[in-house]
């Protein structure tokens, strides 16, 4: 169990261009979480998969932004035309859907910052 | 949707006190509330829950209480050590869907 890894640890970005994270989670995992988190906040729910279906999507999340886990394994997090609001740390975690469980497990994160 | 309160938002203590962090939750249905630390350029890390079926939860130094009717949970650390030193954010959460705090600056003073 190596954990829930996160890449790139950081990215810079010009207003306007599109950015993609990766998130690999804990390999026997099958719900998989985006969070987005601004500083001195706490993360804030984006979406989530079981599996590769995507079974909720927060209103936060804008047209600009598409999340994908094609084979319920690793997912992709793709912002479009991004915008300095932006900014923020990308957050993954990911959980185990059995028997009752309720533990996420978070990654490293992803800084995204808009220039 | 669910909102959950957290204070203080900064908390400092000398080596060996007890620090203690409240939140409230609003949705009563809301029914697992875990507990993460996390670190300067670090993700959260999971470090104590509790679930609603339960009233008070320990592990080593670190304890959690739920007041269901009061829709109150509270984090206590006792013995602190400097590497207590993080920021914590308490959660609720409904079907996994998880709703955070702002989070409490904890500083131990060695």
Known sequence: DTGVSQDPRHKITKRGQNVTFRCDPISEHNRLYWY????????????????????????????????????????????QRTEQGDSAMYLCASSLRAGGSYEQYFGPGTRLTVT | ????????????????????????????????????????GKGPQLIIDIRSNVGEKKDQRI???????????????????????????CAASIDQKVT?????????IP
Do not use: M
Request: glycine share 6%.
């Open chain 1, 36 to 79: 987005r988190q601004t500083l001195g906040q706490g993360p804030e729910f984006l979406t989530y998969f079981q599996n590769e279906a995507q079974l909720e999507k927060s209103r936060l999340l804008s047209d600009r932004f598409s999340a994908e886990r094609p084979k319920g394994s690793f997912s992709t997090l793709e912002i």
């Open chain 2, 1 to 40: 949707g669910e909102n959950v309160e957290q204070h203080p938002s900064t908390l400092s203590v000398q080596e060996g006190d007890s620090a203690v962090i409240k939140c409230t939750y609003s949705d009563s249905a809301s029914n697992y509330f875990p507990w993460y630390k996390q670190e300067l």
């Open chain 2, 63 to 89: 304890a959690v209480t739920l007041n269901k009717t009061a829709k109150h949970f509270s984090l206590h650390i006792t013995e602190t050590q400097p590497e207590d030193s993080a920021v914590y954010f």
């Open chain 2, 100 to 108: 955070f705090g702002t989070g409490t600056k904890l500083q131990v």
